[in-house]
C-alpha cells in the first residue's frame, strides 16, 4: 500500500523558515518522481514544486522561486521542501504526492499524502 506521510508544519512569523517532509513507502521511492502541491484556505490547489528520481532537475512555481527548496533522500524514502522568508500567503497545507514516471515532464501524480499544515502569522 502507497503511504505518504507530511510533517513539518507549524505555526511561523513572517520571514522565517520551515523543512517538510513526506516519508513515503509502499512503492520504489527512487523510481518516480515527486511534487510539493498546497492549498489555501478557500482557494484550490497550487503546485509548488518538483523533483525528478534523481534529483537531476527540479522545478518551482514562480512565487517559490528563490525561497523554497526542493530536495529528496532516496535512501530514506524522503522527500523535503525547505521553506525560508515565508509570507503571509504561504499559508496553506502542503501535500506531497507521488509521480506515474520517473520524471516532471508529463507526470501524473497517483498517489497524495493528507498534508501538514503550514500557518505564517504574526
Known amino acids: 500500500e502507497v503511504q505518504l506521510v507530511e510533517s513539518g508544519g507549524a505555526l511561523v512569523q513572517p520571514g522565517g523558515s520551515l523543512r517538510l517532509s513526506c516519508a513515503a513507502s509502499?512503492?520504489?521511492?527512487?523510481?518516480?518522481?515527486m511534487s510539493w502541491v498546497r492549498q489555501a484556505p478557500g482557494k484550490g490547489l497550487e503546485w509548488v514544486s518538483a523533483?525528478?528520481?534523481?534529483?537531476?532537475?527540479?522545478y518551482y512555481a514562480e512565487s517559490m522561486k528563490g525561497r523554497f527548496t526542493i530536495s529528496r533522500d532516496n535512501a530514506k524514502n524522503t522527500l523535503y521542501l525547505q521553506m525560508y522568508s515565508l509570507k503571509f500567503e504561504d499559508t496553506a497545507v502542503y501535500y506531497c504526492?507521488?509521480?506515474?514516471?520517473?520524471?516532471?515532464?508529463?507526470?501524473?501524480?497517483?498517489?497524495w499524502g493528507q498534508g501538514t499544515q503550514v500557518t505564517v502569522s504574526s
Open positions: 509502499g512503492f520504489t521511492f527512487d523510481d518516480y518522481a
Open positions: 523533483i525528478n528520481w534523481n534529483s537531476g532537475s527540479t
Open positions: 504526492a507521488k509521480a506515474d514516471v520517473m520524471t516532471v515532464v508529463g507526470a501524473a501524480y497517483d498517489y
